[in-house]
């Protein structure tokens, strides 16, 4: 069965890097486009960043644009976001999702806290 597991969430000062990793099983991972989504607390899912299947093709919401980096290992069935220049507004849940396109997602993982806070 389709599993994704997200780890690496932590307390971070505010400026601080962190890099959060997600472990995908079950299906072919390269075949698909992968997503982060993130939930801050009290707000809505929030779309932050997507990576094509080859991992050639990225794509950010302005507010982490040069500030986070997604990629993936298709070898390893990794995908991973490396955040840096964090500040308290970045704290949140986040998940990695399988994307389907036209911001549709079929699996989620169980998602991993990021908190930013000095």
């Known amino acids: 069965q389709v599993q994704l597991a997200e780890s690496g969430g932590d307390l971070v000062q505010p400026g601080g890097s962190l890099r959060v990793s997600c472990a995908a099983s079950?299906?072919?991972?390269?075949?698909?486009?992968m997503s982060w989504v993130r939930q801050a607390p009290g707000k809505g899912l929030e779309w932050v960043s997507g990576i094509n299947t080859g991992g050639g093709s990225t794509y950010y919401v302005a507010s982490v644009k040069g500030r986070f980096t997604i990629s993936r290992d298709n070898a390893k069935n990794m995908l991973y976001l490396e955040m840096n220049s964090l500040n308290p507004e970045d704290t949140a849940l986040y998940y990695c999702a399988r994307d389907l396109g036209a911001g549709a997602y079929d699996y989620w993982g169980q998602g991993t806290q990021v908190t930013v806070s000095s």
């Open positions: 079950g299906f072919t991972f390269s075949s698909y486009y």
